[in-house]
């Protein structure tokens, strides 16, 4: 288990229970589904999809009583990433419950459980201040996502924030903390909406998708974060930095099994592309994109996450095209 990772992973696990199905069900209709319980969480994912991706990873998170703790600890031994888990006796273990229909496409519904409980002290300062990148997401406590952005931050440390899912609670005062945003199109307009310096209530998505880009780069900038990147799932994902505004298309011709954890697979692949191209934005999105197009070709979320040898092979088939920049538009 390494003791100074590159990357310091701090959030969500749960425990997932996929009912895969022909189609989603309607209101008042019954399906018949097959079940498959596997391992999840934004965090989690996230950090295992780093760790494969051979980059130094360490998790910190919460999980509640039960054997699974003990399941998980030795996942992660067997990956070779770091993993700290805070057990919290008086709460089960996070839950997700995922409904996957013929066509890959997923709807969740989590408890987050233990991961609620998730407090500052379980996340050790040494790991905090000594990692080259922490990356949190909003599926765990929100005192302790803030904490550790902020200590981070101070640190000089490059901190991500994925804000997955979209909360009611959200503080936007969170985001001075944060160098690098990396919303889906949905929490994207959340924030639009939300945030007092914007606070266009009626922005949806028509709205971001009728947008030219140099336009959404303009909105993008009143975030004031350094690094903005919104996720736009099968089209790619769209890079605001205060100099520049780029797109880069999601690969194509891939078959679609499973879109569970394609969001967190971008956005451990892309920390690891940070360290892996120090700190290069553009190919730290690329990786990202490379490593998120994988995970959608198996089912289910962690498991998915692609390894090293196999991201290799993918990224020298693919060097002709996208991974020389040829497939990126630039402005």
């Given at each position: 288990m390494p003791t100074s990772p590159q990357v310091l992973v701090?959030?969500?696990i749960m425990q997932d229970m996929t009912f895969a199905c022909a189609d989603f069900p309607q209101g008042g209709q019954t399906v018949i589904a097959r079940l498959a319980v596997g391992q999840g969480?934004?965090?989690?994912?996230?950090?295992?999809?780093?760790g494969r991706a051979g980059v130094r990873t360490m998790f910190v998170g919460a999980m509640g009583r039960g054997a699974y703790a003990g399941e998980v600890a030795a996942f992660y031994r067997r990956?070779?990433?770091g993993c700290r888990l805070a057990l919290k006796t008086d709460r089960p273990t996070g839950t997700a419950v995922i409904l996957?229909?013929?066509?890959?496409?997923?709807?969740?519904v989590i408890e987050p459980g233990a991961n609620a409980r998730l407090a500052p002290g379980d996340v050790p300062r040494a790991l905090l201040t000594g990692?080259?990148?922490v990356v949190t997401q909003l599926e765990s406590n929100l005192s302790t996502t803030a904490h550790t952005l902020r200590l981070a931050h101070r640190a000089g440390v490059t901190t991500v924030l994925n804000p997955a899912p979209m909360r009611h609670d959200f503080n936007p005062r969170l985001l001075r903390h944060v160098d690098i945003?990396?919303?889906?199109?949905?929490e994207f307009i959340a924030l639009v909406r939300k945030l007092p310096e914007i606070h266009r209530r009626n922005f949806d998505e028509r709205a971001l998708h009728a947008m030219p880009r140099e336009a959404l780069h303009a909105l993008c900038r009143l975030f004031k974060v350094p690094t903005l990147i919104v996720t736009m799932g099968s089209r790619g994902c769209f890079i605001s930095e205060k100099a520049r505004?780029?797109?880069i298309p999601a690969h194509r011709g891939l078959k679609v099994v499973d879109t569970t954890g394609a969001g967190d697979a971008f956005c451990g692949g892309f920390a690891a592309g940070l360290v892996r191209y120090k700190g290069r934005i553009a190919e730290a999105a690329r990786h990202g994109t490379a490593v998120a197009a994988l995970s959608i070709t198996k089912p289910g979320a962690a498991f998915a996450m692609p390894t090293r040898k196999e991201l290799k092979r993918f990224l020298r088939k693919t060097a002709t095209s996208q991974f020389r920049g040829k497939g990126d538009q630039v402005c």
């Open positions: 701090v959030g969500s969480g934004k965090g989690s994912n996230q950090a295992i999809a780093c990956e070779k990433i996957l229909n013929g066509e890959g496409q997923n709807m969740i990692a080259k990148v945003l990396i919303p889906n199109e949905g505004h780029m797109f």
